[in-house]
């Protein structure tokens, strides 16, 4: 997993739209105070998540912004793109790179992007979770980050080991699932309020349900009885008109009172029958207040069903969640045994340190006594090779000694040759003497003590010849010597460099065992 590029447009003081490429090995940016090196460092954590706008060095999200120049407006929107290689699967995803972007409006919106697709900060966080990456997490180190590693206090420095030993999702998915258990709690107990409001309401309809019965039961004997006394009497004053009707036929002498007796019986009807549509329409009243009273009853019996339904789901939801509940507390006592495991390494760890601190200090005495030797190597190097300079100019002087002296040997070996061409020539000459007899005596003589010096000269170049030969054979003897020399005291001063090497290796273990 390794970082390729970063693309910001509008965010703090990249106005235009910059592209950073990340290549193999270390990227350092450089540059004067003020250029915007440390806003690279703020865009990296910003686009991972970083919700704190003191962290990015201001007082609110919208000033991530850049907010204009004497000769630039301000632009409405700051967004950053980082690019991550993913070809060793370190990022949950089936990508082999992946984009992650992060845009902030002007008027307080703003959204999240894993390649190009619209998101939430909590998938950009599950995808970074513990890889390393994050706002807070160890791929951005600052000075209180390593105020913290190098802390006493193990609080201090549990963070980043959590985060390094991938633990930080698993506490961030038990804080997730407490925050989801208080939400249910509480809803369950404002569930619970409800029902015991409901409960109440059904009670108090219940016995409203009850009067209202009893009251519908007096009500409809009320006007059974009511009904019937009219009936009743209607009934009996029709039998008594009848009657006045045969009398007022047989007796015509007392027809003024019978007539008046009918008046009084047909009011008496009038009357009843005035009391019988008022107690139909008292009845009809009653009828219509019973229906009121029924229909209240039903949307009461409904309100308390539905009642019943949600204490139902509450109950089912309390189980769920005591299952939740028991699902986090293993989790949380597993995370716990890791986090005892992790203490238990970190003892492990600081005793590794105080022997590493141990070695450190045997190492650097060790170092100390290496560098010296190595310093006398190099000293007796130099002086190899200026002694193996010094046998190269000899070596070129008896060179050109030698050159000169095969000069003269061939010189010598073809005066040699002429001489004893001469000598031969001489013998010659010499038995022509010898045969003319004394009158050559005396030149018989130069020519044998010309002959003698000759060979003394010849003597001699033979003598110059192997001395030559021999000041050969010892210059190059020296050579040798000198060149096996001048490669032990390489092999030596490779041999010091290595374990040179091997110490500074070491210390740079050591350091890295600090970091």
Not at 256 to 271: D, F, N, W
Not at 375 to 392: G, I, K, P, Y
Not at 433 to 449: A, M, N, Y
């Amino acid at each position: 997993m390794k970082l390729r590029s970063l693309r910001i447009h509008g965010f703090k003081s990249f106005a235009d739209a910059t592209v950073i490429d990340f290549h193999e090995g270390i990227t350092a940016v450089v540059g004067p105070n003020g250029c915007g090196k440390s806003n690279i460092s703020d865009a990296i954590r910003w686009v991972l998540g970083e919700q704190r706008p003191s962290a990015i060095r201001g007082g609110k999200m919208e000033e991530a912004i850049f907010q204009g120049s004497l000769n630039r407006r301000p632009v409405n929107r700051g967004a950053v793109t980082m690019v991550v290689s993913n070809e060793d699967g370190g990022l949950p995803v089936a990508f082999e790179e992946v984009e992650i972007g992060r845009t902030v409006y002007r008027d307080g919106g703003s959204e999240y992007s894993l390649n190009r697709s619209s998101c939430r900060l909590r998938d950009v966080l599950d995808v970074c979770r513990g890889t390393g990456l994050g706002a807070n997490a160890y791929s951005v180190i600052e000075n209180r980050m390593i105020d913290a590693i190098l802390s006493d206090r193990a609080e201090e420095r549990r963070q980043l080991f959590e985060e390094a030993s991938g633990i930080g999702k698993y506490k961030d998915r038990r804080k997730a699932a407490m925050r989801r258990l208080e939400h249910a709690e509480r809803d369950l107990t404002r569930l619970e309020d409800v029902i015991g409001e409901v409960e109440t309401k059904v009670r108090s309809l219940a016995r409203q349900k009850g009067k209202a019965e009893r009251y519908k039961t007096l009500r409809e004997r009320r006007l059974g009885v009511e009904v019937s006394v009219v009936s009743h009497d209607l009934g009996r004053f029709r039998d008594r008109l009848s009657e006045l009707d045969k009398s007022l036929d047989g007796d015509r002498k007392t027809g003024q009172g019978m007539v008046a007796e009918l008046r009084t019986a047909e009011v008496s009807v009038e009357t009843l029958r005035l009391e019988e549509v008022d107690a139909e329409r008292s009845r009809t009243e009653a009828a219509g207040i019973l229906g009121e009273i029924g229909k209240q009853l039903v949307e009461w019996e409904r309100d308390l069903a539905v009642a019943e339904e949600r204490k139902g789901y509450a109950e089912r939801r309390l189980g769920q969640i005591g299952g939740d509940r028991d699902a986090s507390e293993t989790r949380l006592r597993a995370v716990v045994a890791e986090l005892t495991a992790l203490d238990e390494r970190h003892g492990g760890w600081k005793a590794e340190w105080v022997r590493i601190e141990a070695d450190v200090a045997q190492h650097a005495e060790t170092v100390a006594s290496v560098r010296i030797r190595l310093e006398e190597a190099r000293a007796h190097l130099d002086q190899t090779e200026l002694h193996e300079r010094d046998v190269v100019r000899k070596e070129a002087q008896l060179e050109g000694d030698a050159d000169a002296a095969r000069g003269q040997a061939a010189e010598l070996e073809r005066r040699l040759q002429q001489i004893d061409t001469e000598l031969t020539e001489a013998s010659a000459a010499l038995s022509d003497l010898e045969s003319q007899g004394d009158l050559f005596t005396g030149r018989i003589g130069g020519l044998q003590g010309g002959v003698e010096n000759a060979e003394t000269e010849l003597d001699s170049a033979r003598a110059g010849l192997d001395e030559v030969k021999s000041s050969l054979e010892m210059a190059r003897r020296v050579e040798r010597q000198a060149v096996h020399a001048a490669q032990g005291i390489d092999a030596e001063v490779a041999a010091l460099e290595a374990l040179e090497l091997g110490q500074e290796g070491i210390e740079a273990a050591t350091e890295a065992a600090l970091a």
